[in-house]
């Protein structure tokens, strides 16, 4: 017998006293909280209970167009009010949740639709009106389109188009909660990793995992329903979809942004009296001589969150000072879904340095070496954690899960240790340790040392094939405008601080770099691009 909402007691349903499902968080929400604004997007402010509708009513739509649980719907959409429906209508009707990054070539979107085989798909016109059109036309059988442009409302006119509008879909769906049994260990989202070291894959999580790691950073963040939190990172990607979901969790707001952009942010602050903040460092540092600071008040913020990269110590001291007394660094992975670790604002200044802190409330973490033996403090090796957070598994890749998951814990590929007073202290992706001269190379060290370089706006230290040093540790910089350093000053700068076999063999110069969603440099794109830079260049001569 199928499930039905707690209203209805008389039909239990197997499983329905522990139902564990990411969706009902906003049904909770909306009974708790009817009224209160749940999002800000533009000049739309929709209620719990608008929200909450507006997905029992797309839930509805898709089970009508003979969806079955367990198939999965793409999203290829910016931030929006919209998204937010999708995401939660798509897991209340049972389904899977496929959040595809737009902003990657035709070709990854491709490998992403192909591998994962979406039956639908929900779509912002104007990616559908791009090179992605195509690519949908090819692999997804039917597909919705979004418009969210119209002014002060989430009502749009329908788009003239061959294939139904968002709206279209809502106006046909029931505002009942649909009765559809969800088991917690259900499968409810695949994200797909971001790519840095290589071709992605494809993340399994279940209600259960989800719905810990939302519980987790209400913990953690100490989150309240009166905290205003804004959605500037994208929502496919897993840091700003759980911060978010996580405060639809207490009955907090969720301003939308749809651009990385500091100045944005400062006004999105000051408007909407945000109080939780998620930002990257360099959007931070970017907002501390920012003019729009002169006219706005972030008196508002009472945490800063941010993530992805570390903080350089100056640029952190003034953002303490400046911004916010508290800024606290949260880490995790799609896999293990974030957060994982946090380190708190009372830490920061305690301790300078790659500090993680101390595992969230869900998490257990650990160092691990390459035979599987749990190291002690000072130890260097694996960061690996475990906890009820961790993926389901890679979707159709099981030779990838079995290689995550070795000796029952999750592999990040981080490399770490925990000092004397056990806080976690990160070392290196575990592919980006450079390997050079019989000598291991941490790329963040090099790094450190070029940003410290008055004239590198970002750098990469990257180890590229040669046939003396196996690998030889290259710098690739991106200098701050209207500067210029050469390649002698950048390495003499690099040999007053570093080892000399951390010091690099070569420095190359971009005007961007290749970087994810979510600002990560793209250091396996530039291992390509270079490959071939010693072999070119001669080897003799480094």
């Known amino acids: 017998m199928a499930w039905v909402n707690a209203i209805s007691p008389d039909v239990p349903g197997p499983g329905a006293i522990g139902r564990v499902a990411v969706p009902d968080i906003v049904r909770r929400s909306a009974r708790k909280f009817p009224l209160k604004v749940a999002i800000v997007d533009g000049p739309l402010r929709a209620t719990y209970a608008e929200l909450d509708a507006d997905v029992d009513r797309l839930a509805n739509a898709l089970l009508a167009r003979g969806l079955r649980k367990g198939e999965r719907v793409a999203t290829l959409c910016a931030n929006s009010y919209q998204l937010t429906v999708a995401m939660f209508g798509i897991q209340r009707a049972g389904l899977v949740w496929l959040p595809v990054n737009h902003n990657l070539q035709p070709a990854d979107v491709e490998f992403i639709l192909g591998h994962a085989a979406p039956k639908?798909?929900?779509?912002?016109?104007?990616?559908?009106?791009?090179?992605?059109?195509?690519?949908?036309?090819?692999?997804?059988?039917?597909?919705?389109?979004?418009?969210?442009?119209?002014?002060?409302?989430?009502?749009?006119?329908?788009?003239?188009?061959?294939?139904?509008?968002?709206?279209?879909l809502l106006a046909v769906g029931d505002a009942a909660e649909p009765l559809v049994e969800i088991e917690d260990r259900d499968p409810c989202q695949i994200m797909y990793t971001s790519g840095t070291t290589g071709r992605p894959k494809g993340v399994m999580h279940t209600h259960l995992s989800i719905y810990t790691a939302l519980l987790n950073n209400v913990i953690d963040f100490e989150m309240r329903p009166a905290d205003v939190s804004n959605a500037m990172l994208p929502l496919f990607h897993a840091a700003q979809h759980c911060?978010?979901?996580?405060?639809?969790?207490?009955?907090?707001?969720?301003?939308?942004?749809?651009?990385?952009?500091?100045?944005?942010?400062?006004?999105?602050?000051?408007?909407?009296r945000v109080t939780v903040a998620l930002s990257l460092p360099p959007i931070y540092a970017a907002m501390l001589d920012h003019?729009?600071?002169?006219?706005?008040?972030?008196?508002?913020?009472?945490?800063?969150?941010?993530?992805?990269?570390?903080?350089?110590?100056?640029?952190?001291?003034?953002?303490?000072?400046?911004?916010?007394?508290?800024?606290?660094?949260?880490?995790?992975?799609?896999?293990?879904?974030?957060?994982?670790?946090?380190?708190?604002?009372?830490?920061?200044?305690?301790?300078?340095?790659?500090?993680?802190?101390?595992?969230?409330?869900?998490t257990e973490t650990a160092i691990m070496d390459d035979a599987g033996n749990l190291l002690g403090q000072g130890?260097?090796?694996?960061?690996?954690?475990?906890?009820?957070?961790?993926?389901?598994?890679?979707?159709?890749?099981?030779?990838?899960?079995?290689?995550?998951?070795?000796f029952g814990w999750h592999h990040t590929g981080d490399l770490g240790a925990f000092d004397?007073?056990?806080?976690?202290?990160?070392?290196?992706?575990?592919?980006?340790?450079?390997?050079?001269?019989?000598?291991?190379?941490?790329?963040?060290?090099?790094?450190?040392?070029?940003?410290?370089?008055?004239?590198?706006?970002?750098?990469?230290?990257?180890?590229?094939?040669?046939?003396?040093?196996?690998?030889?540790?290259?710098?690739?910089?991106?200098?701050?405008?209207?500067?210029?350093?050469?390649?002698?000053?950048?390495?003499?700068?690099?040999?007053?601080?570093?080892?000399?076999?951390?010091?690099?063999?070569?420095?190359?110069?971009?005007?961007?770099?290749?970087?994810?969603?979510?600002?990560?440099?793209?250091?396996?794109?530039?291992?390509?691009?270079?490959?071939?830079?010693?072999?070119?260049?001669?080897?003799?001569?480094?």
């Open 420 to 542: 004397a007073d056990g806080q976690l202290i990160f070392t290196d992706r575990k592919k980006d340790m450079i390997k050079s001269g019989g000598e291991n190379v941490a790329s963040i060290v090099v790094e450190r040392a070029l940003l410290a370089h008055p004239a590198v706006a970002a750098a990469a230290a990257i180890g590229l094939p040669h046939d003396r040093w196996f690998e030889a540790v290259t710098a690739v910089v991106l200098c701050k405008p209207a500067t210029v350093a050469s390649e002698a000053e950048i390495l003499a700068h690099c040999k007053a601080t570093l080892s000399p076999h951390e010091v690099p063999k070569a420095v190359c110069f971009v005007e961007e770099f290749p970087l994810t969603a979510t600002g990560k440099i793209q250091k396996v794109l530039l291992r390509e691009r270079f490959a071939r830079l010693y072999e070119e260049a001669g080897t003799a001569v480094r």
């Open 243 to 272: 911060l978010s979901s996580s405060m639809y969790v207490v009955g907090g707001t969720v301003v939308i942004m749809r651009t990385i952009d500091p100045g944005r942010l400062i006004e999105t602050i000051a408007r909407e």
């Open 291 to 362: 003019p729009a600071r002169a006219g706005n008040e972030l008196s508002s913020l009472r945490v800063c969150v941010y993530g992805m990269m570390q903080m350089p110590e100056p640029v952190l001291r003034r953002a303490i000072e400046e911004i916010c007394a508290n800024f606290q660094l949260g880490s995790g992975q799609t896999e293990m879904y974030p957060c994982t670790t946090t380190f708190k604002p009372e830490q920061h200044l305690a301790r300078i340095g790659s500090y993680w802190g101390d595992s969230c409330v869900s």
């Open 120 to 168: 639908f798909a929900i779509v912002d016109d104007t990616i559908y009106a791009g090179a992605l059109g195509a690519v949908l036309e090819s692999f997804v059988a039917s597909f919705a389109l979004v418009r969210y442009d119209s002014p002060g409302t989430h009502v749009h006119p329908p788009v003239a188009h061959a294939h139904p509008s968002f709206e279209e």
């Open 379 to 406: 130890e260097p090796g694996e960061i690996v954690h475990r906890g009820p957070n961790v993926m389901a598994g890679y979707f159709r890749d099981p030779e990838a899960t079995e290689k995550a998951r070795a």
